[in-house]
């Protein structure tokens, strides 16, 4: 089992760059798909970027439109979310996931996720 804690966020102004962390936990960190996954108030949570376990393949989502670039340190444990040109709409709580499987990260049924950390883009 892998233990997962994001931190990072804040409170940002729109235009503003943030970076968000994924330290984990656990003896499995480095055979499996990382992914950031983000939930707004009032709507569903919905996928944002995956990284395989060797950092060879990354996968956004369409809305991320190259604002956001996913990393993973394993010799850290380690996985990161960079962010610039912050909107209002990414105002959101954001989560670190993990699974073997790409399809259960694709699914939104990842089998770890952290606890999440808010982040908040004023206008």
């Known amino acids: 089992q892998v233990q997962l804690v994001e931190s990072g966020g804040g409170l940002v102004q729109a235009g503003d760059s943030l970076r968000l962390s994924c330290a984990a936990s656990?003896?499995?960190?480095?055979?499996?798909?990382m992914a950031w996954f983000r939930q707004a108030p009032g709507r569903e949570r919905e996928f944002i970027a995956t990284i395989s376990w060797n950092s060879n393949s990354t996968f956004y989502a369409d809305f991320v439109k190259g604002r956001f670039t996913i990393s993973r340190d394993n010799a850290k444990n380690a996985m990161y979310l960079q962010m610039k040109s912050l909107k209002p709409e990414d105002t959101a709580v954001y989560y670190c996931?993990?699974?073997?499987?790409?399809?259960?990260?694709?699914?939104?049924?990842?089998?770890?996720w952290g606890q999440g950390t808010q982040v908040t883009v004023s206008s």
């Open positions: 996931a993990r699974d073997t499987l790409f399809r259960a990260i694709m699914t939104g049924k990842p089998n770890n």
């Open positions: 656990g003896r499995t960190f480095d055979n499996g798909f």
